[in-house]
């Protein structure tokens, strides 16, 4: 097809700065677990944005840059570095509403050392007023970082989206589309469950324990009856973490699986049973084993 564009883009930053609102947003389903939480994303995380005969988009929503404390965290590091080094284009994701902070200088730090083009993205401009406010981070990000560009943008409202995308396709070198027209990530579905539990947890336990909890799917049976049976685990470190994912009578637990239910239910187009448990194991941030499990090497 002449003319037409492909390739990866990375969505890189400190954490919490909307990079995986920003991935759904392009993609127009959810790929990333979204939440107000920093070190949401845990994984290189896929999603395809498809241009009607112009070009196909491979964003690849990567770690937050962040100070390691454990074994997990480290990996993730690791990933979102090996990332920058295998895509056409990099976006440098900042969180205009709080401003560049030193965590945003350090990725610019990081990002010096990459070959590859960048971009500069503000996001959560609709949080910012007066809009003047944006003036000296663009001057930052394009004079004292050297960025050729840096582009204004809200994920949540779709803000300046549009030109955003524009002007990623045109850093990419012609090709044949990378994916099949009707993939919008390379996750499985299995991952994809682990993601959306997970983030039902974080959005109801908020700051109380969002970095010690992870999800293991257990089992995963298609039955004859349009029917998927999904047991997964939830893990924490301490029992007193466990009593509040559960909630009071069950209340709680109740509810994320109720949520995530209805989320899976329209992913896989069918029913299913979902099944939690919450079971401690004591630092499985720094466990290889558990790690390993979740995908986090």
């Known amino acids: 097809m002449s003319g037409f564009r492909s390739g990866f883009v990375a969505l890189c930053g400190w954490t919490n700065v909307g990079k995986s609102t920003l991935l759904n947003r392009f993609v127009g389903e959810k790929v990333s677990a979204v939440a107000d939480v920093p070190q949401t994303t845990r994984n290189r995380i896929t999603g395809v944005c498809a241009v009607p005969d112009r070009a ?5 929503d990567t770690p937050g840059f962040h100070k390691p404390k454990h074994r997990m965290n480290h990996a993730m590091i690791e990933t979102a570095r090996e990332t920058l080094r295998s895509v056409d284009l990099v976006l440098h994701v900042i969180d205009a509403s709080r401003g560049a902070g030193p965590g945003d200088r350090r990725t610019a730090e990081l990002l010096a050392h990459v070959e590859q083009p960048k971009i500069g993205v503000l996001n959560k401009v609709d949080r910012v007023h007066p809009k003047e406010k944006l003036l000296p981070m663009l ?6 970082w050297g960025y050729p ?13 549009e030109r955003l995308l524009e002007r990623i396709i045109d ?4 090709g044949p589309p990378l ?7 390379d996750q499985p579905e299995r991952a994809l469950a682990a993601e959306w539990i997970r983030e039902k947890v974080l959005h109801h336990t908020r700051e109380e324990l969002p970095h010690a909890t992870a999800v293991l799917i257990e089992r995963w049976k298609d039955t004859d009856r349009a029917l998927v049976e999904i047991d997964a685990t939830i893990l924490v470190e301490r029992d ?9 009578e069950g209340g709680l637990l109740r509810t994320i699986g109720s949520e995530a239910r209805a989320d899976l239910e329209a992913l896989l187009d069918t029913r299913v049973m979902l099944r939690l448990w919450v079971r401690v194991r004591p630092a499985w941030r720094d466990d290889a084993r558990t790690l390993h499990e979740l995908g986090i090497d």
């Open 56 to 60: 196909q988009v491979v964003f690849v």
């Open 139 to 144: 001057g930052l990000v394009v004079d004292g």
């Open 149 to 161: 560009e840096a582009v204004p943008v809200s994920a949540r409202t779709g803000n300046g989206c």
């Open 171 to 174: 850093h990419l070198p012609e």
């Open 179 to 185: 994916f099949p027209d009707d993939q919008y990530t």
């Open 240 to 248: 007193s973490q466990k009593g509040i994912v559960i909630g009071k």
